[in-house]
């Protein structure tokens, strides 16, 4: 199965602060990567899909990008509304699909 | 608009079935492409998917719960169903139900149903 290794596990950043957050699949899975924002309480919301488009009605501070095996999904001014956990999702594989370990992100 | 609910027992026993329902609105299963998951997510844990089932009926399943997962649909009246058999304390979590749309991945989730094994 193809493995999604999420880092950091957690992250404490400042108001405007570019905030960066990475997934490295075990294996190529080309651009099948979307990135999720889940609130507490709430139900995960979907950011970005095929690694680098922005979901519609999603902030244009929120971007992604790949470099290989590496997906990075990127806050260019964090924002108060912008914290919680952030976790990606491979779908190249079918089955299964795989999340990564996720992502919390607080300010500092 | 499109929107999904989850229903389900609320609190079942050890070995019993669960079986969960996912009532949606806003699209339908018997178009091209579309597609329903269910993922879980047990307190202060992290996502898992379980299953996914297609317009097609084409059926995926997360080969780690052993062959316990039945995913299914009801197209005329907009729902898809998960049984996970022989449950255990292990499966308590909330459990999502998901479209997947045209951006291929989980684009509209419902609000989640708690769901919680006990004797």
């Known amino acids: 199965d193809i493995q999604m290794t999420q880092s950091p596990a957690s992250l404490s950043a400042s108001l405007e602060e570019i905030v960066t957050i990475t997934c490295q699949a075990s294996q190529d899975i080309g651009n099948w990567l979307a990135w999720y924002q889940q609130k507490p309480g709430k139900s995960p919301q979907l950011l970005i899909h095929s690694a680098t488009n922005l979901a519609d009605g999603i902030p244009s501070r929120f971007s992604g990008s790949r470099s290989g095996t590496q997906y990075s999904l990127k806050i260019s001014r964090l924002q108060v509304e912008d914290t919680g956990i952030y976790y990606c999702?491979?779908?190249?594989?079918?089955?299964?699909?795989?999340f990564g370990g996720g992502t919390k992100v607080e300010l500092k | 608009q499109v929107t999904l609910k989850e229903s389900g027992p609320g609190i079942l026993q050890p070995s019993q079935t669960l079986s969960l329902t996912c009532t949606f609105s806003g699209f339908s299963l018997s178009t091209y492409g579309m597609g329903v998951g269910w993922i879980r997510q047990p307190s202060g844990k992290g996502l898992e998917w379980l299953a996914n089932i297609w317009w097609d009926d084409d059926k995926y399943y997360n080969s780690s719960l052993k062959n316990r997962l039945t995913i299914s649909k009801d197209t005329s009246n907009n729902q898809a169903f998960l049984k996970i058999t022989n449950v255990d304390t292990a499966d308590t979590a909330t459990y999502y139900c998901a479209r997947i749309g045209g951006a291929h991945c989980f684009d509209y989730w419902g609000q989640g149903v708690m769901v919680t094994v006990s004797s």
């Open positions: 999702l491979q779908r190249y594989s079918n089955p299964p699909w795989t």
